[in-house]
C-alpha cells in the first residue's frame, strides 16, 4: 500500500468515525472494512460493464455474421440469374461483413478473457472481504482484552500509589498507636493497683504492730500491780503510783500515731 493510500485511509477513518485519534486500531479495521466494500462494489460495476460490452460485441458479431451469409446466398442468386455484375456487388458485401465479423469475433474473445478474471477477481475480493471480517473481529477482540489489560494494570498502579492507600497505612499506624497507649494505661493501672493494695498490706503491719505495742505496754503495767499487797497499798495510792506509767505510754503512744500520719 502507498503512502498516498494509507493517508488517505487514516483521514478518512477521521472523518467517518470522528475520532481524535486516526491510529486507533478499531476505527483504522472498520475504515479498511469499508474501503474493501466500495472496492467490491466498484468490481462488480467493472463486471456488469464488461457483461453488457461483451453482450454488445457478442451481437454484432452475430449481426455481421447473419449479414456475410446474406451476401453469400445473393451472390449465388444473381450467378443463377446470369448477372455477374451484380453477383460480384454482393460478393464484396459478403467480404466487408465477414471482416467485420471476423474483427468483433477477435474481439469477442478478448472480452470473454477480460470478462472472466473480472469475475475470478470479483471472487477472490468478496472472499478476502468475508475473511477480513473475521480477522477484523479477532483483532478487535484482542484490542478490547488488550485496553481492558492496560487499564486494569494502570488502575492496580495507582492503588499502590494512591490516597486511598496512604489513608489505611495512616490508620493502620494510628491504630497502632492507641492500642500501644491503651496497653500503657492498663499496664499503668494495674500497677497503681498494686500500690494501693501494698499500702494497704503496709498499713495492716502497722496496726498490728500498734496493737502489738499496747500489748506489751499493758501486759507490762499488770505485773506490777499484782505484785503489791493489796492490804498494805489503797486502792487510791495504786491508781496514783500508775498515773506517771500511763502518761507516759500515751505520750509515746501519740507520738508513734503522729510519725504514723506523717508517713
Known sequence: MGLFDRVSRVVRSNLNAAVSSAEDPEKILDQAIIDMQEDLVQMRQAVASAIASQKRVQQQYERAQAES???QQRAQLALQKGDDTLAREALVRKKAQAETAATLKAQLDQQNGAVDTLKRQL???ESKIS???TKKDMLKARVSAAKANEQLQNTMGRMSTSSA?????RMEEKILQLEARSQAASE???ADLESQFAALEAGGDVDAELAAMKAQALGGSAPSQEALPAAETPVADTSAAN???DEAVDAELEALKTQLDQL
Open 165 to 169: 492507600m496512604g489513608a489505611f497505612d
Open 243 to 245: 498515773a506517771p506509767k
Open 69 to 71: 451469409n446474406t451476401w
Open 123 to 125: 471472487i477472490a475480493l
Open 188 to 190: 499503668l493501672a494495674g
Open 131 to 133: 475473511e477480513a471480517k
